[in-house]
């Protein structure tokens, strides 16, 4: 080896030695590539630093992944996959051995793998799942609940952009290549898009898998989350429930706080077994309350017969959401008589299948499980022209009147005219 090279190698191997120290551990992948393997010493010449990439990055992730014993599911520290983000590409494919079969792993080789291995986030093209069932589910359970797509739109194929599609509607991060020169289609030309070229000095050189990587880093900067390009079209096209998410994600959607919703609102339904996390909207609900909003909050009483029936908790863990029942409704019943505008009746008749927030426009629904927590049930929005926000009123309703000796509001008079003296 020429003493030159010895330097590249060394070099190169600094650079791995402080990314590593910097980055998560890259998962391993199992990775079948359909051009020859390139030995570093025939191509050295091609991975000098550009000022604009990372040749490192790629030059790490291709020779790792073919000189390395490599398998999904485990990274170097024995990690489970579960504990990474998963990213899914969606791309066309075309026949084995066909141009476009070549240009996909190309892409997905010397850009979108190297970012992704970069950021420690398992990525994988349908064609690398052996998952059983349908090819068709394993790609609407990777668009609909995965991390992040990322969607190649050269050649304009129309089933990247039907599954692209459907990621927007979900309101999910999505990251968007084309090849330099392809025509942009207008109704995505708005949207930021990573340009590339299959020439080698930039590709080897991680000029656009450095892009996607510095995409990655936004996101996450961001928290994973992302406009909803429909958020303004939303009352239009909504009138069935739409999924977005868990518990964790009610806080904003599509850029509009539920906390603006409430305030916004002439009539805002608040229910749940016991409504810990709708504490934080204290704020908001006093807000509505003196614009004149009529709030009505309705959560379990803690003698409620039934309660011991609706969660898998027993001894002293149900003597202890007791004991938390017993804290968060004396919250509720201090800010009920706040206001003359919010009513507060707790359910001792009676049961609650599911957690809500109505407003006169819109529901948040999450359906209760027996085993488990709320914080990993399925969230459901929907709008006012929805079966499923009707037929949730209508429960609303029956336990509301069937608690009606249970209410709790302001019957103080002096409150009542604070609560004008702030709406004038």
């Known amino acids: 080896m020429s003493n030159q090279h010895k330097h590249r190698h060394h070099h190169r191997s600094q650079s791995s030695q402080s990314r590593s120290h910097h980055h998560s551990t890259p998962l391993r992948h199992e990775l079948s ?23 490192s990055m790629v030059v790490d992730y291709y020779y790792g992944m073919h000189h390395r014993d490599m398998t999904i599911g485990e990274n170097d520290d024995g990690e489970s ?5 998963r990213c899914f590409v969606l791309s066309p494919i075309g026949p084995e051995g066909s141009e476009i079969r070549q240009h996909a792993d190309d892409v997905l080789s010397f850009i979108i793998m190297p970012a992704t291995h970069s950021r420690n986030i398992e990525c994988v093209r349908s064609d690398m799942k ?13 668009v609909f609940n995965w991390d992040l797509c990322i969607a190649v739109l050269t050649s304009l194929n129309p089933n990247v952009f039907y599954e692209l599609a459907l990621r927007q509607c979900v309101g999910l991060p999505v990251i968007c290549l084309i090849q330099k020169g392809d025509r942009v289609p207008f109704d995505v030309a708005d949207q930021r898009l990573i340009e590339y070229t299959l020439n080698p000095t930039p590709l080897f050189q991680g000029k656009y898998a450095q892009q996607v990587a510095n995409a990655i880093d936004s996101l996450a900067e961001q928290e994973w989350k992302t406009d909803y390009a429909f958020a303004k079209f939303q009352p239009r096209i909504c ?9 964790h994600d009610l806080r904003q959607r599509g850029g509009v706080t539920l906390g603006e919703t409430i305030q916004h609102s002439t009539h805002v339904d608040i229910m749940g077994t016991t409504l810990r996390r709708w504490k934080k909207y204290e704020d908001d609900l006093k807000v509505a309350a003196a614009k004149q909003c ?23 863990q149900l003597e202890a959401l007791r004991l ?3 804290d968060v409704s004396t919250f509720y019943a201090a ?18 299948l599911f957690s809500y927030c109505r407003t006169d426009k819109e529901m948040i629904y999450q359906p209760h499980f027996y085993d488990q927590g709320n914080e990993d049930t399925p ?18 309703e029956l336990l509301w009147e069937r608690n009606r000796e249970d209410e709790i509001t302001c019957c103080n008079d002096d409150d009542h005219d604070d609560d004008e003296a702030q709406v004038s």
């Open 33 to 55: 590539v359909h051009h020859p393997t390139m030995h570093r010493s025939a191509t050295s010449a091609l991975f000098r630093p550009s000022g604009d990439g990372d040749a």
């Open 81 to 85: 996959e579960s504990e990474h983000k």
């Open 130 to 142: 052996s998952d059983v069932g349908g090819i068709t589910d394993v790609v609407y359970d990777a």
């Open 239 to 247: 009138s069935a429930p739409m999924y977005f998410g868990k518990m």
């Open 294 to 316: 009529d709030v009505r909050i309705l959560m379990m009483d803690k003698d409620n017969p039934a309660l011991s029936n609706l969660v898998s908790l027993k001894g002293k």
């Open 324 to 326: 938390t029942l017993d």
């Open 335 to 352: 800010l009920a008589r706040s206001s003359k505008y919010i009513t507060l009746r707790k359910v001792k008749n009676g049961a609650m």
């Open 379 to 396: 969230v459901w929005h929907c709008e006012s022209s929805s079966t499923l926000y009707h037929s949730a009123k209508g429960d609303f």
